[in-house]
């Protein structure tokens, strides 16, 4: 479906008013959705459709996933939470998980950002190497 910059202004200016605190508010994205489908104004689906993408962006940004070798403990947790918080700000939301296949080290994934110091991604690039 082709959105027509109009259509990406108002889902955009949406979305800020989305927002609270600098953290999209779940109601507020509700209460906006209701407004547009009950005004339905011209190109609507577009704007709804624009408003979902920004929402779905805003949500990957927000989410974090730590693979490790081994099970970490919660002071390590605590450590990686405070370092990924002060680089990419409140309400990120940080799971842990145990991938055995990495051999060794972690993998860091926030949004489309990836941080592999593994020991598996090490050897692949040294296989790259040669």
Same mark, same amino acid.
């Given at each position: ?6 259509? +990406? ?7 800020? #008013?989305? $927002? ?9 994205? +509700?209460? *906006?959705?209701?407004?547009? /489908?009950? *005004? $339905? &104004?011209?190109? !609507? ?9 920004? /929402? ?14 081994? &099970?970490? #403990? ?7 939470? *405070?370092?990924?918080?002060?680089? !990419? ?17 972690? +993998? ?5 950002? /990836? !941080? ?5 991604? +090490? ?8």
């Amino acid at each position: 479906m082709k959105i027509t910059k109009q259509a +990406r202004r108002e889902a955009k200016q949406l979305f800020q #008013s989305c $927002k609270s605190n600098g953290l999209l508010d779940e109601a507020k994205v +509700r209460a *906006a959705v209701q407004q547009v /489908v009950r *005004a $339905k &104004p011209r190109g !609507y689906l577009a704007i709804l459709s624009q408003l979902q993408r920004l /929402v779905k962006l805003d949500i990957e940004r927000r989410t974090a996933r730590a693979e490790s070798a081994v &099970p970490l #403990s919660a002071a390590q947790q605590s450590a990686i939470q *405070a370092n990924l918080a002060r680089r !990419y700000g409140a309400g990120l939301s940080l799971s842990f998980w145990q991938n055995s296949a990495l051999l060794g080290g972690m +993998r860091i994934k926030v949004g489309s950002d /990836v !941080y592999d110091g593994s020991v598996r991604a +090490r050897l692949n690039a040294l296989q790259e190497s040669f």
